[in-house]
């Protein structure tokens, strides 16, 4: 590939990815020396409007993180360089992919410590809004988190999670239910990862902080869930977080709060224990839709324990 002609990795129209997908490989090599100075600008303009916001309703945690990554504030990181920081904190690493990854295998993923990690970025004129992540969500909005030894545990249980709902549908013999189980089963996990992961807020000793991704890497969402009097702010119940859907392409009207990382792991655990009781195969219908892709990756694994 000639780097010159392709020297960019923009979201939507970078070919190192394109030819990637083409040939099916999901876990590829950061192609550092094909990011072009506007990519780098990108980074720079992203992580110079977010740290003021970091620093005003970042839970402390994500702060911590931050310092320990050491990450650039005006080039798009180096993963072999934030690994080199991150591995030994709690043993997770980011490991590059191409694309959308399935999900029982972005849960086993997170069940082995890994996280997988878009490359590319968005472009600079669209700082605001990203329909799908970018290497900015990934590593300024995920993998500060990934340093806190007690959320990392909490990712881990979310991955085994995955591993209780393949087995549990493993043993249903009739096709069309063991489908519509698993879907019932998978769109209450993803609730429950986006109200808490992406989207989460926590309780702290100077109000309420954010944790979730999805609002540490948004310019404008960031304060609207801590000050706006448009969000709705509830404690976190399970019942409640599996049943509620969600849109992706507008600010968040409902929020949950967590109470600390310990009370995280603790729901996350209690969520396992739904799956096993059979109280998450009848969830409300909606949002999320439950691709193929999906379907099939947890119907793959389930294969795998019959």
Same mark, same amino acid.
């Given at each position: 590939?000639?780097?010159?002609?392709?020297? =960019?990795?923009?979201?939507?129209? #970078?070919?190192?990815?394109?030819?990637?997908?083409?040939?099916?490989?999901?876990?590829?090599?950061?192609?550092?020396?094909?990011?072009?100075?506007?990519?780098?600008?990108?980074?720079?303009?992203?992580?110079?409007?977010?740290?003021?916001?970091?620093?005003?309703?970042?839970?402390?945690?994500?702060?911590?993180?931050?310092?320990?990554? &050491?990450?650039?504030?005006?080039?798009?990181?180096?993963?072999?360089?934030?690994?080199?920081?991150?591995?030994?904190?709690?043993?997770?690493?980011?490991?590059?992919?191409?694309?959308?990854?399935?999900?029982?295998?972005?849960?086993?993923?997170?069940?082995?410590?890994?996280?997988?990690?878009?490359?590319?970025?968005?472009? #600079?004129?669209?700082?605001?809004?990203?329909?799908?992540?970018?290497?900015?969500?990934?590593?300024?909005?995920?993998?500060?988190?990934?340093?806190?030894?007690?959320? #990392?545990?909490?990712?881990?249980?979310?991955?085994? &999670?995955?591993?209780?709902?393949?087995?549990?549908?493993?043993?249903?013999? =009739?096709?069309?239910?063991?489908?519509?189980?698993?879907?019932?089963?998978?769109?209450?996990? #993803?609730?429950?990862?986006?109200?808490?992961?992406?989207?989460?807020?926590?309780?702290?000793?100077?109000?309420?902080?954010?944790?979730?991704?999805?609002?540490?890497?948004?310019?404008?969402?960031?304060?609207?869930?801590?000050?706006?009097?448009?969000?709705?702010?509830?404690?976190?119940?399970?019942?409640?977080?599996?049943?509620?859907?969600?849109?992706?392409?507008?600010?968040?009207?409902?929020?949950?709060?967590?109470?600390?990382? =310990?009370?995280?792991?603790?729901?996350?655990?209690?969520?396992?224990?739904?799956?096993?009781?059979?109280?998450?195969?009848?969830?409300?219908?909606?949002?999320?839709?439950?691709?193929?892709?999906?379907?099939?990756?947890?119907?793959?694994?389930?294969?795998?324990?019959?």
């Amino acid at each position: 590939m000639n780097a010159v002609a392709n020297s =960019d990795l923009t979201t939507g129209h #970078a070919p190192f990815i394109e030819e990637a997908q083409r040939q099916g490989d999901l876990y590829i090599r950061q192609p550092y020396e094909l990011y072009s100075a506007e990519n780098h600008e990108t980074w720079r303009m992203l992580y110079r409007r977010l740290r003021p916001r970091w620093d005003q309703y970042a839970n402390e945690r994500f702060q911590a993180g931050i310092e320990s990554l &050491c990450l650039p504030q005006d080039r798009i990181p180096r993963l072999e360089d934030v690994n080199r920081f991150l591995s030994p904190l709690t043993g997770f690493r980011a490991r590059a992919v191409s694309g959308y990854v399935p999900a029982f295998v972005f849960f086993d993923c997170l069940r082995n410590r890994e996280f997988p990690t878009t490359v590319t970025i968005r472009q #600079a004129g669209r700082l605001d809004y990203l329909p799908e992540p970018d290497i900015f969500h990934d590593i300024a909005g995920h993998v500060p988190m990934h340093t806190d030894r007690h959320f #990392a545990e909490t990712l881990v249980r979310f991955g085994e &999670c995955a591993h209780t709902a393949a087995a549990v549908v493993s043993e249903i013999r =009739d096709p069309a239910e063991r489908v519509r189980t698993l879907t019932s089963i998978f769109r209450a996990m #993803a609730r429950f990862f986006w109200f808490t992961i992406e989207f989460g807020l926590m309780r702290s000793r100077d109000g309420l902080r954010v944790y979730g991704s999805g609002l540490l890497s948004s310019f404008g969402e960031i304060e609207h869930a801590v000050s706006s009097p448009d969000v709705q702010r509830y404690p976190l119940q399970i019942e409640w977080a599996i049943n509620q859907a969600f849109e992706i392409d507008h600010y968040q009207p409902l929020l949950f709060i967590v109470d600390s990382f =310990d009370h995280l792991y603790s729901l996350v655990d209690e969520l396992e224990r739904w799956m096993k009781a059979g109280k998450l195969n009848h969830v409300a219908p909606g949002e999320p839709e439950v691709n193929e892709v999906d379907l099939r990756s947890f119907l793959e694994a389930a294969h795998l324990t019959l």
